[in-house]
């Protein structure tokens, strides 16, 4: 039986709505994605016209309660439809993601019904585009040396900070901004305020040059005595740490199933790759070397998307997710950097060069491995988990 990569995505596995998510993910991908992914990746375009049809299509707010605008998914369909948008433009899906983990589920879990209306719905609906804004120059990893602050003034917040690494930073229209309202206090004096793009003292920064991702905005963002009021707070006074480590284990999910993706879409060009390219009078599929990085690619990207479900499946369960979302993406990440690097070997010369697309996935794949928490702090919180 020659059993595809779709195997452990089969009906024995999914539910009929789960995979007509994924097919239409993949469909997508393949007809409006992959056309025009290395000319934005070689001059760092943002796909607008495409995020704009993944909002159409429901993928910018899968998990939102229709009454708010979304598709009131299960987080296993989300994971697979950010696989399938993955394989192709790494970029988009890290833009979906950030606006489906980040954003949406914060506002919809604890926003108020006000915040809901105004900023969620539109958010769900893919209409416009959210940013959290968490890294700082010095508050990476360290999540609670926060240096922005949120000072009380009565009836609003006077915001004043810089944050660093923004996804989506330049084309959001709202952003979840994490800062110090009490320092005294350290991690149970932060908030979490919602800010809106164009608000007096707001600068979008320049946009950084990266490795990978290059379709994706990433951006500094500067705030001077920005005036927030204060029923633009998220939760109560001192809530904001909170808000922020339950959104990033939420987030982590995402981004195990964009490094599945990657790997993945990897995988699937070096066998075809291997069975059309010949040497020495045969395909190179029929030399042991090339069978054998073939076997590790698919055995390690199955157990990826095995770990991925299953955090999907216990946060749907609602079940503490933290130490599985932690594993999924800390492994996901390493098999998404291994395999590129095996794809590029795969392909030989032709790796190296972007027609071919996977020096690109190998460029993308290094990130997985850095935001929403290094691979070294995802061990600590396993090791945290498990020694409880």
Not at 23 to 40: C, H, M, S, T, Y
Not at 50 to 71: A, I, N, R, T
Not at 121 to 130: R, T
Not at 168 to 182: E, F, P
Request: aromatic share 8%.
């Amino acid at each position: 039986m020659n059993l595809s990569l779709d195997t452990i995505q089969s009906s024995d596995f999914l539910t009929e709505e789960q995979i007509e998510v994924r097919d239409a993910a993949r469909d997508f991908a393949q007809r409006e994605l992959l056309p025009g992914v290395i000319e934005r990746d070689t001059h760092e375009k943002f796909p607008h016209e495409q995020m704009k049809m993944m909002g159409e299509l429901g993928f910018l707010g899968m998990m939102v309660d229709p009454k708010y605008g979304g598709s009131g998914m299960d987080t296993v369909s989300y994971v697979l439809a950010i696989e399938e948008i993955s394989k192709i433009d790494a970029s988009a899906g890290v833009a979906m993601s950030v606006n489906n983990s980040l954003v949406c589920w914060g506002l919809e879990k604890y926003g108020t019904e006000a915040q809901k209306q105004k900023y969620l719905v539109p958010l769900a609906k893919g209409e416009i585009l959210g940013a959290f804004c968490l890294s700082e120059p010095e508050a990476g990893s360290d999540a609670t040396s926060q240096h922005t602050t949120a000072e009380d003034k009565g009836d609003y917040y006077l915001l004043n900070g810089t944050k660093n690494w923004i996804t989506n930073g330049g084309n959001a229209s709202v952003y979840l901004v994490i800062a110090q309202t009490d320092p005294e206090k350290k991690h149970k004096g932060i908030n979490c305020l919602i800010v809106e793009k164009g608000q007096e003292g707001f600068v979008v920064g320049k946009k950084e040059e990266k490795l990978g991702i290059r379709g994706s905005d990433t951006h500094s963002l500067m705030f001077t005595d920005v005036k927030v009021p204060k029923e633009n707070r998220i939760g109560e006074d001192g809530f904001g740490f909170r808000l922020a480590m339950e959104t990033l284990n939420g987030g982590r999910i995402g981004i195990a199933a964009q490094a599945l993706g990657i790997a993945a879409g990897a995988y699937e060009l070096s066998l075809k790759y291997s069975k059309e390219r010949k040497t020495f009078g045969k395909p190179i599929s029929e030399h042991q070397a090339i069978q054998f990085k073939l076997a590790d690619m698919i055995t390690s990207i199955n157990a990826a998307r095995l770990l991925t479900l299953q955090a999907a499946r216990v946060k749907d369960a609602g079940l503490n997710y933290v130490n599985a979302a932690a594993q999924a993406k800390l492994f996901a990440s390493q098999v998404a950097m291994d395999t590129t690097i095996e794809a590029v070997q795969v392909h030989g010369g032709y790796g190296y060069v972007k027609e071919y697309h996977v020096e690109r996935l190998m460029r993308d794949a290094k990130i997985t491995q850095i935001y929403e928490g290094t691979s070294e702090i995802h061990k600590i919180v396993i090791a945290r988990e498990i020694l409880k």
